[in-house]
């Protein structure tokens, strides 16, 4: 073996070019998950591989990448897997969300609004969103194929039979063009609503389940619920606890053994910006005591 | 004031640096050479070359010790560069009728054309420690035959002679390849049977296992197991003809099943097959058992357990993919965790509250 040489983004060009002609059809009809020959990439299936294959085969050296990972640029996969676009395609990187032209993300949508040009990359573990309800990959294709989406309606109507609500928090299930019902993968059903008629493109990468789906800008994506129970989503009762900010989705951060909790914004890059125009929530720039994580004891 | 945990990349580097600590160990004991992987642990290096799909033993032995001895992890390593590489086209079936024969045994028959080979097995051994193996004993060389070798029959000559065993169905065209064509079930025997070359080791051993302990039961018996060299020949356009490319050493067993026929055929014994790099009889054999026992559709048999079942087999029986998605779970997951955390919370809340309720009017009634 010479020393190893990689391609610009590591994949090499066939590899390229293979999935590119996935995501192509997968924009060509919306929420259909397409087959493709996934690789194996040098971090681990269910670690962001679909995500990685996706942003390898669409990156240009002009691109600047950002990459998330429970809404966090700091979290330890997201940036192992900006270090490894650095390392093999030498490309910018940021962490400012307007910034970006690509954004592979898992489990979160910023909550800055994307704009036209920008890509949104999600890593999927599972991209069959009946296949808790049928394990065989034969059996809802053949589902998606006659759009036989009863079973998930039942499946959402027994939870609230049994619980009073729809039990299903992340990975809600949407339905996208009115045609194919269509896993967001696991962000929070808070996020659902930013799926809908997003003006960025919207690819979903599954590596080891082999597939690729899409939404290209200004698609339709609705969120199953019924008349009598429409869907909603997670209410925070208080705002971010260093930036002050609402309607975001917010991290509970456990402060001590005594029940003492904060809740601070999941989207470290849009707290940090909210924090450097001068928004301050409760906690910030003051110190951690006693005295001031009483005031968060009271949980939501 | 709080600050947010941060320093994932610098605890990343830590993490790895530590890492590379951990692997070298004591410095005063001389580090392993590739060499000494690729020839004393040869059955490690054989076994990475065949779940990880490549054939090169010093790429084998360097993943081993770059791994810690971590076989699945090392698999992993060689998966990561073999998709690197290029595919210029396929071989040539290669011909193991031709092998270069060094063990090679049947269980149907007590002797046949060219014989009971035992080679170097562990069958028969006793397994006790040998404490001199502490230290570096003098070994002697294998005793080697006089003359030249009789060819060794195929099983599936002798017995196909007779018509007494099924034929190879034949494919037509070009085989498929598992790692160019997204996975789309039913899958051909081709494509399961490189699944299966590439499959974990233990979860076909135990599928094999499940299928003689009366779970998709087939009568098996080793019709033969041989294990030697094989030369590799591709077909190239240009030249008209093949050529050799090099040499690989293989595993390959031939299980003999419980019998089939029809109104058209008289019945004759099935087959199960097994083929994979290096020595590694065990998988072979394993091997042989499921694609065996996931012929069943096509030898119209009743589906009735998981060994059966192309996608409970097939889609998880790659270690590399099961090991990162078992362990991605160890990923963050505090979005979705506070998602169910705050449904949880309220169902609770709910539920307090209908049982005040109940309590209320319990205590109202009285």
Redesign the interface.
């Known amino acids: 073996m010479t020393a190893a040489t990689y391609n610009f983004a590591y994949l090499d060009e066939q590899t390229k070019r293979m999935i590119r002609r996935a995501i192509l059809k997968g924009i060509a009809i919306p929420g259909y998950q397409v087959p493709f020959a996934s690789r194996e990439m040098p971090m681990p299936y269910g670690w962001g591989t679909g995500g990685v294959q996706v942003t390898a085969a669409i990156l240009g050296p002009d691109d600047v990448l950002k990459v998330i990972d429970q809404g966090a640029d700091d979290t330890t996969n997201a940036v192992s897997i900006r270090k490894f676009f650095q390392r093999v395609a030498g490309i910018e990187t940021t962490t400012n969300t307007a910034d970006a032209t690509i954004i592979q993300t898992r489990h979160r949508i910023p909550e800055t609004p994307l704009q036209e040009g920008q890509v949104l990359v999600y890593q999927v573990p599972i991209p069959e969103p009946l296949r808790f309800l049928e394990p065989r990959e034969t059996e809802t294709r053949k589902m998606h194929a006659l759009e036989e989406y009863g079973l998930m309606h039942v499946k959402l109507y027994e939870d609230i039979a049994r619980n009073g609500h729809i039990a299903t928090t992340y990975a809600y299930p949407v339905k996208v063009e009115g045609r194919y019902v269509m896993d967001p993968s696991p962000t929070p059903k808070f996020d659902n609503p930013k799926m809908h008629m997003s003006e960025a493109l919207q690819l979903f990468g599954a590596g080891r389940e082999k597939r690729i789906y899409a939404l290209p800008p200004h698609t339709d994506v609705v969120s199953l619920d019924f008349e009598d129970h429409p869907f909603e989503v997670q209410r925070f009762d208080r705002p971010c606890a260093l930036c002050g900010a609402e309607q975001v989705y917010l991290d509970e951060v456990v402060l001590d053994d005594r029940g003492g909790r904060m809740f601070v914004c999941s989207d470290s890059d849009h707290c940090e910006t909210r924090q450097a125009e001068g928004f301050r929530g409760e906690l910030a720039g003051e110190k951690l005591d006693a005295s001031t994580s009483d005031r968060t004891e009271e949980v939501i | ?2 600050v ?6 610098a ?2 580097d830590n993490a790895h640096r530590l890492l590379a600590d951990r692997r070298r160990g004591d410095r005063s004991v001389p580090t392993l050479g590739l060499d000494q992987i690729a020839e004393q642990f040869a059955l490690s290096v054989d076994r990475v070359m065949s779940e990880g799909s490549l054939y ?1 033993r ?2 084998a032995a360097l993943a081993i010790k770059q791994a810690r001895g971590d076989l699945i992890e090392a698999i ?1 390593l060689v ?6 590489l ?1 595919r210029f086209g396929h071989s040539e079936p290669v011909d193991t009728g031709a092998m270069q024969v060094e063990r090679r045994i049947s269980a149907c028959f007590k002797d046949l054309p060219g014989g009971q080979l035992l080679g170097p097995t562990f069958d028969y051994t006793h397994r006790l420690l040998d404490d001199e193996l502490d230290g570096d004993p003098a070994v002697e060389p294998g005793a080697l035959r006089d003359g030249a070798a009789e060819p060794a029959t195929q099983i599936a000559d002798i017995l196909g002679g007779e018509g007494l065993i099924e034929e190879d169905p034949l494919a037509p065209g070009e085989p498929g390849d598992i ?8 899958l051909s025997r081709a494509m399961r049977l490189q699944s299966l070359s590439r499959g974990d080791e233990g979860f076909l051993l135990a599928l094999g296992y499940s299928t003689q302990r009366g779970y998709a039961r087939s009568h098996p018996f080793v019709g033969e197991i041989r294990i030697g060299e094989v030369e590799v020949e591709v077909f190239v356009p240009e030249l008209g003809f093949a050529v050799p490319v090099g040499r690989v050493q293989l595993t390959e067993c031939q299980m003999v099943n419980q019998f089939k026929g029809s109104a058209k055929t008289p019945p004759q014994f099935t087959r199960g097959y097994g083929l994979v790099f290096g020595q590694s009889e065990r998988k072979a054999m394993a091997m042989s058992l499921c694609d065996r026992a996931l012929r069943a559709e096509e030898l119209g048999e009743d589906i009735v357990a998981p060994p059966q079942d192309q ?1 409970f087999v097939i ?1 998880h029986c790659d270690n ?2 099961a ?6 779970l160890k ?6 965790f ?6 949880v ?3 609770r809340a ?1 539920y307090e509250a209908t049982r005040n309720e109940d309590v209320e009017i319990r205590e109202a009634a009285e």
């Open positions: 004031m709080y947010a945990v941060k320093g994932g990349e605890a990343i090169d010093r790429l992993f998966r990561a560069y073999r998709t690197t290029p790692n160019q064509t997204p996975m789309e079930f039913p996608e889609s590399v993919q090991t990162g998605f078992v362990e991605h990923l963050p997951h505090y979005v979705d506070q998602a169910e955390l705050g449904l919370r309220t169902m709910e």
